[in-house]
C-alpha cells in the first residue's frame, strides 16, 4: 500500500512539470519554493525530494546543518553532543544573541536544545533505520532544517 501512494506522489509531483496550466487554485510552484527551503537545504535535497526518497533528502538537510555547525565551531564531534558543546553555555562557540539579558540567554539555551533534539529526533533515525517518510513530513522537516540554518546565519559570532 505505501508503495503506491509513493508511486501516486511521484507522479502527482511529475506532472506539474508537464508545461500544463494547473486548475484554479492549485500552485504550479515547488513545495521547496511555498515552503521558502533555504537554498543551501535545496541543493542537497531537492533531487531526492523530487525522486520520491523524502527519508534521504531529510538526512541529507540535516547532515548539511551539523557539517555547518561543526565548521563554525570547531568542535570535532556530530549530533547531539556537537550541538550541546557549539550552543553550550560554557565556552560557547557559536552565539546566536549576546547573550547579556536573561532572555538572551534563555534563546540561546533553547537553540541550544532544539538543534542538539532534531539531531536526535530527526537525523539520526534515518542514518542508522529505514524510515519511511511522507512527503509532508519531509517537507516539515526540510523547514525546520531551513529556519535553523537561517538562524545560525544570523548568529552573533563568531562572524
Known sequence: MFKKLEQFERIARTSRNLGTKPPSGISAAHPFDERNIHTAITKV??????NGHYSQATFEAFKFLDAKVKN????????HGLMMNAFGDKNTKIKLTDM?????????SGYKFIFAGSMSAIRNP?????????IDQCLDHLSMASQLLR?????????
Open 45 to 50: 535535497s531537492k533531487a531526492l525530494f523530487d
Open 72 to 79: 563554525l565551531s570547531g568542535v570535532n564531534d556530530s549530533g
Open 126 to 134: 534515518r542514518g542508522h533505520e529505514i524510515v519511511h517518510d511522507s
Open 151 to 159: 538562524r545560525i546565519e544570523e548568529r552573533k559570532w563568531p562572524l
Open 100 to 108: 547579556i539579558t536573561q532572555s538572551e540567554q534563555d534563546e540561546q
